[in-house]
């Protein structure tokens, strides 16, 4: 990996994430077991459209079967994972792909996350990202057989005990994780001046800017452009520093501000929270508890949102005692006052919010915003 990022006036080295560790082990596998060599370098393709070139170590090449591991390099970032060896063993099978996990990787034992209680706590994008991978090796060697899958992490129930799976209800490992497959080092001033000079850039782009998009990440930005339909290029990205990009939104004097992001970050601003990193504050069950309790739920019920390893969890508790639409209209009118608040009156800021692939709620004059954007993106006639 020879990309880098300035930041703070430094060049730092970006990473990959486990997620290509386990794609690239499991591809080298499947080009050894179809061809009978052994490999010392895979190539892998990322959803960031880049293409990583992984060194192979371990292999351990059988007529039967094939293993082999990748280490992860997180770059300059602080990772906990940084130099962990990820392992895949491949087989041949009749049709299809089974994935499973192996001893260091996690497995889920609550609902609400991105995997099913009960299965490896390998997330969809690194599912994806093997898949792909063995099958681009299959076409290459025209073969139509299917294979068997076991992706592995070294010391990884170790590890991912110091990491917030155990909160999640995910025993036993780490996850395989990444969205884009690649790891960009992190740098809380450095953000922060990205986040001043992507609104600065948008600014100019267009004089007298009237609505400001802003997505924490990448869940923000996918579910803009699923369900809204809206250009995020034009928008910017805030990572958890939502009191940062408003204060200087205010001070380049833009009018309107809509925030759209999951539950699970948003909802900390319904608690006048506004930096959402799980860091600074992981208050997202109380803050729905309260907001349940205020909204007549039970004292039992209040419990279970409590002990909720997810907002998905918390979204589909409310929805069974059918008090979501109440405990939402709740928690949007505080988040609203927190976010506006922040903006003294200089900008007005709306909010989307959502769980999965759903909006839950979102502040009344949200829906006036997205329609400006929309308009904006409009050529002109």
């Given at each position: 990996?020879?990309?880098?990022?300035?930041k703070?006036?430094?060049?730092?080295?970006?990473?990959?994430?486990?997620?290509?560790?386990?794609?690239?082990?499991?591809?080298?596998?499947?080009?050894?077991?179809?061809?009978?060599?052994?490999v010392?370098?895979?190539?892998?393709?990322?959803?960031?459209?880049?293409?990583?070139?992984?060194?192979?170590?371990?292999v351990?090449l059988?007529?039967e079967?094939v293993?082999c591991?990748?280490?992860?390099?997180?770059g300059?970032d602080?990772d906990?994972?940084?130099?962990?060896?990820?392992f895949?063993?491949?087989?041949?099978?009749?049709?299809?792909i089974?994935?499973?996990?192996g001893?260091?990787?996690?497995?889920v034992?609550?609902?609400?996350?991105?995997?099913?209680?009960?299965?490896?706590?390998?997330?969809?994008?690194?599912?994806?990202?093997?898949?792909?991978a063995?099958?681009?090796?299959?076409?290459?060697?025209?073969?139509?057989?299917?294979?068997?899958v076991?992706?592995s992490?070294?010391n990884g129930?170790?590890?991912?005990?110091?990491?917030?799976?155990?909160r999640?209800?995910i025993?036993?490992?780490?996850?395989?994780?990444?969205?884009?497959?690649?790891?960009?080092?992190?740098?809380?001033?450095?953000?922060?001046?990205t986040?001043?000079?992507e609104?600065?850039?948008?600014?100019?782009?267009?004089?007298?800017?009237?609505v400001?998009?802003?997505?924490?990440?990448?869940?923000?930005?996918d579910?803009?452009?699923?369900?809204?339909?809206?250009?995020?290029?034009?928008?910017?990205?805030?990572?958890?520093?939502?009191?940062?990009?408003?204060d200087y939104?205010?001070y380049?004097?833009?009018?309107?501000?809509l925030l759209?992001g999951?539950?699970?970050?948003?909802?900390?601003?319904?608690?006048?929270?506004?930096?959402?990193?799980?860091?600074?504050?992981d208050?997202?069950?109380?803050?729905?508890?309260?907001?349940a309790a205020?909204s007549?739920?039970?004292?039992?019920?209040?419990?279970?949102i409590?002990?909720?390893?997810?907002t998905?969890?918390?979204d589909?508790?409310?929805?069974?005692?059918?008090l979501?639409?109440?405990?939402?209209?709740?928690?949007m009118?505080?988040?609203e006052?927190h976010?506006?608040?922040?903006?003294?009156?200089?900008?007005?800021?709306?909010?989307?919010?959502?769980?999965?692939?759903?909006?839950?709620?979102?502040?009344?004059?949200?829906?006036?915003l997205?329609q400006?954007?929309?308009?904006a993106?409009?050529p002109?006639?």
């Amino acid at each position: 990996m020879n990309s880098y990022i300035l930041k703070d006036g430094r060049k730092l080295k970006c990473g990959y994430t486990t997620g290509s560790c386990a794609a690239g082990a499991a591809k080298a596998c499947a080009e050894m077991l179809l061809s009978g060599s052994p490999v010392a370098e895979v190539a892998v393709n990322t959803p960031s459209g880049s293409s990583l070139s992984l060194q192979v170590e371990a292999v351990v090449l059988q007529q039967e079967w094939v293993s082999c591991a990748v280490t992860k390099d997180a770059g300059d970032d602080p990772d906990i994972t940084h130099g962990i060896r990820i392992f895949a063993k491949v087989q041949k099978t009749d049709g299809g792909i089974a994935l499973e996990g192996g001893k260091g990787v996690g497995r889920v034992t609550r609902k609400g996350l991105a995997c099913a209680v009960g299965e490896a706590a390998i997330n969809p994008v690194p599912r994806k990202m093997i898949c792909e991978a063995l099958l681009e090796t299959a076409q290459k060697y025209r073969y139509e057989g299917g294979f068997s899958v076991l992706i592995s992490a070294e010391n990884g129930e170790e590890i991912g005990r110091k990491t917030f799976n155990p909160r999640l209800g995910i025993t036993g490992g780490i996850s395989i994780l990444g969205t884009s497959g690649i790891v960009e080092p992190m740098s809380e001033k450095a953000l922060i001046d990205t986040i001043h000079l992507e609104i600065d850039s948008r600014v100019e782009e267009a004089a007298g800017t009237q609505v400001l998009l802003v997505t924490p990440g990448n869940y923000g930005r996918d579910f803009t452009i699923r369900q809204l339909g809206l250009d995020t290029e034009k928008g910017i990205k805030c990572s958890n520093f939502i009191g940062e990009t408003i204060d200087y939104a205010v001070y380049r004097n833009i009018s309107n501000i809509l925030l759209i992001g999951h539950a699970g970050k948003l909802c900390k601003i319904a608690g006048g929270i506004m930096n959402t990193h799980s860091r600074t504050a992981d208050c997202r069950c109380e803050i729905f508890a309260a907001h349940a309790a205020l909204s007549g739920a039970s004292a039992e019920l209040a419990g279970n949102i409590m002990e909720a390893a997810t907002t998905e969890e918390i979204d589909g508790l409310l929805k069974e005692a059918g008090l979501a639409e109440k405990v939402y209209g709740s928690l949007m009118s505080k988040l609203e006052y927190h976010l506006n608040l922040r903006a003294s009156g200089k900008s007005r800021v709306e909010a989307i919010m959502f769980t999965g692939r759903e909006a839950c709620c979102q502040t009344p004059g949200a829906a006036r915003l997205v329609q400006m954007l929309r308009e904006a993106e409009m050529p002109p006639a």
